[in-house]
């Protein structure tokens, strides 16, 4: 990891875009990255029409892009082929506080909030590299060879990451 923060955003063209809660503003691309290859679940946010649709999904971040598989047909494809926009959302290190009344009660954690547009991946060599990227992903050191059979009964989507805010709540 060579360079800045800032560096990276452009050469990812990534825009960094801050928060509200200034104090909990995560302001390195670096460490929002972090989070990205760490988390579990990412959870991509689409627009059918005036109807908003959430669906959690495990996947996989590299270099200014999301991975995440999908079976051939279904609700989240059709909408992703009419409006590619997305939202996107990752978490970990959650924890409840339950100190004083329970008004006072809070999240501890380290979250991530993105955009981007998610396009379906044609070209088998990178649908191979997203896949073993989650499966490594999901159990790290593991390697599994996808036969060609196997890449064709699925969907690899590739969401290209606009923009970018990080959180952390300690």
Do not use: Q
């Not at 999240?107 to 990178?126: H, K, Q």
């Amino acid at each position: 990891m060579e360079g800045t923060s800032e560096e990276l955003g452009k050469r990812e063209g990534i825009a960094l875009v801050p928060v509200r809660r200034r104090d909990k503003e995560i302001r390195d691309l670096w460490e929002i990255e972090k989070i990205l290859r760490k988390a579990f679940v990412c959870r991509i946010a689409l627009c059918e029409e005036d109807k908003p649709y959430c669906v959690p999904m495990v996947y996989c971040y590299e270099g200014g892009v999301i991975y995440l598989h999908s079976a051939k047909e279904g609700r989240k494809l059709d909408v992703l082929r009419r409006n590619n926009k997305v939202c996107f959302e990752v978490e970990m290190d959650v924890e409840v506080v339950t100190e004083g009344k329970p008004c006072y009660w809070t999240l501890r954690y380290r979250s991530v909030l993105g955009r981007g547009r998610a396009y379906i991946v044609e070209d088998p060599n990178e649908k191979r590299k997203a896949l073993e990227c989650m499966v490594d992903r999901v159990s790290p050191g593991y390697r599994y060879h996808f036969t060609e059979e196997e890449l064709e009964s699925v969907v690899v989507i590739r969401i290209e990451v606009e923009e970018l805010s990080g959180k952390v709540s300690e």
